[in-house]
């Protein structure tokens, strides 16, 4: 299989510098203060489109390239596709699973554009990440408290749909596959499944990148996998990062990201929310407090990419890159050969 040049190209720049990736979409795109007949366009579609973000792609692309050039202009070097619900089980909410492949090939495109565009103007390179959202189905819990065996869909389902989505941004452009906002373990698993089962059709490596988001203060996430868990379940695909976002913030994530640096021998990215939002569900969290949190961690060795989730801003990216700019990338541990497993909880089989 032929290895990935993208892989190659972000360890190289990941060994000289702390790396950027961007900021949130959802929330700049409700600064546009887009109505329904911006998000339906012409495509003549039986639901309401409004809150339909991915689908802007095809009916406001401005909004979308607009929003990509801010985080450029802030210092980004990984451009994430606004495709987090492109997928055909989100997309059936808004009666448009027929245009996933549209949809994720028109935004990796557009990422790829912009991102080539900024890599011509001053020779650093810009990277882009297929965003993959975990889907609104969980394979881990049921949705019926009356029956908890009942699953809305199985393994074997959600594996298409990702690999689906994964084909259509790799056709597009993405440098690499990311699997974020990881509430279940087990749908984590199917999306690495997925990738694995795209590398074998195209021939060549796709490579992942992982990013988990905490539900509790204990630090798990929905399945109720600690970090160092859900590291253990998947640090056999190689990612090219794992992390963490969303969550809490960043002064609650502080403890876990120590953790999940010191037993991942692959690069930390962790792009938290600005804190957590008001009763009005916004966000108040200054760029300056935000580059500050998240700049401890650059201060302490922890990270090797940073960047931001709900309610970041292009000011908070740009606070973050001025914060560690000149601050010496997380170096990998070397760790001792050991099995180690995962229940909840880790289990590692030390020798004698």
């Known amino acids: 299989m032929t290895p990935s040049p993208a892989r190659a190209a972000l360890l190289a ?15 700049e795109i409700q600064n546009w203060k887009l109505v329904e007949a911006d998000y339906a366009g012409t495509l003549g579609l039986k639901a309401d489109q409004k809150g339909n973000n991915d689908i802007l792609v095809l009916t406001k692309p401005e909004v979308i390239e607009a929003i990509h050039r801010a985080y450029f202009e802030a210092g980004a070097d990984i ?8 997928n055909t089980i989100s997309q059936a909410d808004y009666a448009a699973e027929h245009l996933v492949d549209e949809i994720n090939l028109a935004s990796a495109r557009l990422a790829r554009r912009i991102a080539d565009e900024y890599s011509a103007r001053d020779g650093r390179p810009r990277f882009v990440a297929g965003a993959i959202g975990p889907t609104n189905k969980t394979l881990s819990l049921s949705p019926d408290v009356n029956d908890p065996g009942y699953r809305e869909i199985d393994w074997d389902h959600l594996v298409g749909v990702y690999q689906q989505q994964a084909a259509a941004l790799i056709k597009g452009g993405a440098d690499f ?66 992390g963490l976002n969303c969550s809490f913030g960043a002064a609650q994530l502080r403890p876990h990201v120590q953790s999940l640096s010191a037993v991942a021998d692959t690069l930390i990215m962790v792009y938290p929310n600005a804190g957590l939002p008001n009763e009005l569900g916004e966000y108040d969290e200054m760029p300056a407090t935000t580059a500050g949190l998240v700049g401890e961690w650059a201060e302490r060795g922890q990270v090797n990419i940073l960047g931001g989730c709900c309610g970041s801003t292009p000011a908070h990216i740009a606070a973050m890159a001025k914060g560690v700019a000149g601050l010496p990338p997380r170096r990998l541990p070397v760790l001792e050969s050991v099995t180690r497993l995962a229940g909840l909880e880790p289990f590692i089989m030390a020798g004698d």
């Open 177 to 242: 596959i990311l699997i974020e906002t990881v509430f279940d373990t087990l749908n984590a698993k199917a999306g690495i499944m997925a990738v694995r089962r795209l590398e074998a059709e195209l021939g060549r490596e796709v490579p992942i990148m992982l990013s988990m988001t905490l539900t509790d203060l204990s630090g798990r996430n929905l399945s109720g996998h600690t970090v160092e868990a859900f590291w253990h379940a998947v640090r056999h695909a190689r990612p090219v990062t794992i």
């Open 79 to 86: 451009a994430e596709t606004n495709t987090f619900s492109a």
């Open 13 to 27: 720049q990941a060994a000289k510098r702390i790396l950027i990736t961007d900021g949130a979409f959802g929330t």
